[in-house]
């Protein structure tokens, strides 16, 4: 398996001498090549809608500088879109979707239909046949709590104070919501690995918001669900779970959830996290995207402290988040070769 699939080989638990590597956001607005099809093509939905050209986007940073996983172009987003909730993107400001999910006639109204998400089925069959064998494929989905906040909100926001509000003054209404979220993103996750991915991340962007009680109840618990409901039918897949923000929280996600590795963001420090998570778990992460723009020696100088708190369990390395849109190509380059021991 090591020599097959290296990123596959150490989310199923093998230590790897060198820790295979894949950046999130790694296909996108920072490469010419992405920037280049979009100008062509038109905005980001038009883009994921896009079988062919979603699979091409997947496959450039792969062509480019040969990452250990190719992560599936699409967006969170696309699950309130497939229950039926208006999904756009505004220019510059990042997703809107309407109308709010603020009362029980809009929330129990939603209807899932998997028809809306084929295009992006098609694109894991295109990426699939075309991949080297040697990289990993790997799909993913928003968690429920972070899909829950913008379907409230309407838009992303730094605090997610209606989500919170709701789930505080109306836990019953807001349980049917992630519910529903849930069950779609189990049939959605289900899905893509049919079509083709080896191994899914569950991304909860909002995760650091919540108190230990809230984060317990709209974290633990439906990432708990989605996990079980995945291991049921598909017990050879790995499970990545990123609760960015989650701090001291992540020892309780860890042993709670069931995920087969968990992703660190920037703030964690690598050896509170290889001290404090269980000693046969893989982990993921956890550069911060702004050293790796910064370059020079602070960025040499992370990558190594990230390699030496790891060097004594399973591995991926991968950024605290994602990839910057100004990040030099040559910041990646050096990245990568400092990553894999090569001269920097």
Do not use: C
Not at 320 to 342: N, S
């Amino acid at each position: 398996m090591t020599d097959a699939k290296p990123l596959l080989a150490t989310l199923k638990g093998e230590r790897q001498a060198v820790p295979p590597a894949w950046f999130m956001r790694q296909a996108g607005r920072y490469l010419p090549e992405y920037r280049q099809l979009r100008a062509e093509k038109g905005g980001f939905l038009d883009l994921v809608k896009d079988s062919d050209a979603a699979a091409e986007v997947t496959l450039q940073p792969i062509r480019r500088f040969g990452f250990d996983g190719a992560i599936l172009f699409s967006d969170i987003l696309v699950i309130p879109m497939a229950l039926g909730q208006e999904l756009w993107f505004e220019a510059g400001e990042g997703p809107r979707l309407a109308p709010k999910m603020v009362t029980s006639e809009i929330i129990e109204g939603l209807q899932y239909d998997p028809a809306v998400l084929e295009p992006i089925y098609g694109t894991i069959r295109r990426v699939k046949a075309a991949l080297d064998p040697r990289v990993t494929f790997l799909g993913f989905a928003g968690s429920p709590w972070t899909i829950a906040t913008y379907m409230i909100a309407g838009q992303g926001s730094r605090e997610q104070a209606e989500a919170r509000r709701l789930a505080y003054t109306d836990p019953a209404l807001m349980t049917v919501l992630i519910d529903r979220i849930v069950d779609s993103t189990v049939d959605y996750l289900l899905a893509q690995i049919e079509a083709g991915v080896e191994a899914v991340q569950l991304f909860d962007s909002w995760a650091g918001s919540l108190s230990p009680a809230q984060f317990e109840r709209w974290v633990i618990a439906p990432t708990a669900r989605i996990v079980a409901a995945l291991r049921e039918k598909t017990p050879q897949v790995p499970i990545i779970g990123f609760p960015k923000g989650a701090g001291g929280k992540l020892a309780a996600y860890a042993a709670q959830t069931g995920v087969d590795a968990i992703g660190l963001d920037e703030t964690v420090d690598p050896s509170w996290a290889d001290a404090n998570l269980p000693r046969d778990l893989p982990v993921q992460g956890n550069l911060d995207p702004l050293v790796l723009i910064a370059g020079g020696d602070a960025l040499l100088t992370a990558i190594d402290t990230i390699k030496t708190a790891f060097a004594g369990r399973p591995h991926v390395f991968n950024l605290g988040h994602g990839i910057q849109k100004d990040t030099p190509i040559e910041r990646v380059e050096a990245a990568l070769a400092r990553i894999r021991g090569d001269a920097a």
